[in-house]
């Protein structure tokens, strides 16, 4: 389990990231991360689901707009209130994925994208708390942070222009990093049964390089990147392709997780 460091707290990170983007719109492609392993794990329209760690609400919002019962919930004050502002018809609230409010079993599915490797000392407190609100047989999708090539680059990127740009600053947590068979080890300690795991790219390595972007997403907007995903040109597909076909689990950057709850 490897850990990232960088200049700021999780909570400094996530607080100035969702101040600085508007809402998302309901998510549109349906073959991207995180919708596609969504779609693959919710299978009805019956049960609640839940959504830990909702963010600026693009799969929130997908849900919700189709009938779903869904509710959301992020431990980001300002992402709450902005969601709340954008639909008032949604359920979501400030909350703590270490510390749930929510009754035993009362959901049967539980969406948890980017979240469990923002946690550094509670994690399986974490996953005990997912386990408790989920109905027997329900189940989970969840991603995490892999502990590969393409992230060990992506740090050292990052910490490049951490040092020019704020170098008398100390360095903090800023994720957790788990490999495939450890990711796989936390969540079945917690009592739940794995049924896949996928190597996914959400943001390719090759996506930090204008030249390999989509011809739309040349000059960078996040919520346009969040909502059809991270696109790549022709050429970036074809090199990105090649690297997930030979080396997956080197050149993902996370790894996303289907379970049930025994």
Not at 105 to 133: M, P, T
Request: charged letters at 30%; proline letters at 2%.
């Amino acid at each position: 389990m490897r850990k990232t460091y960088r200049a700021g707290g999780v909570k400094d990170y996530w607080n100035a990231r969702w101040s600085d983007i508007p809402v998302d719109g309901a998510m549109t492609n349906t073959s991207a991360y995180p919708l596609k392993y969504a779609l693959e794990t919710v299978k009805s329209t019956e049960g609640l689901i839940l959504e830990a760690g909702c963010g600026a609400g693009r799969i929130l919002r997908y849900f919700h707009d189709l009938g779903y019962d869904i509710t959301g919930f992020d431990f980001i004050e300002v992402a709450v209130e902005k969601l709340k502002e954008v639909d008032e018809s949604l359920r979501v609230e400030v909350g703590d994925i270490t510390n749930l409010k929510y009754e035993d079993e009362q959901f049967r599915y539980l969406l948890a994208y980017g979240l469990y490797h923002n946690i550094e000392h509670k994690l399986d407190g974490a996953i005990s708390e997912s386990w408790r609100v989920l109905e027997k047989s329900g189940r989970i999708c969840a991603s995490f942070r892999a502990d590969n090539i393409q992230t060990r680059l992506t740090d050292r990127l990052a910490n490049k222009k951490n040092k020019k740009v704020k170098s008398d600053e100390p360095l903090e947590f800023h994720k957790l990093n788990l490999t495939k068979s450890e990711f796989i080890l936390l969540f079945e300690r917690a009592g739940f049964k794995v049924e896949k795991v996928f190597p996914v790219e959400n943001m390719p390595i090759l996506y930090k390089f204008k030249v390999f972007r989509f011809r739309t997403h040349k000059n960078f907007n996040e919520n346009i990147a969040r909502g059809e995903g991270y696109r790549l040109s022709l050429l970036g597909s074809f090199l990105q392709k090649c690297l997930m076909k030979f080396f997956p689990n080197q050149f993902c950057n996370i790894y996303v997780l289907i379970a049930t709850k025994l």
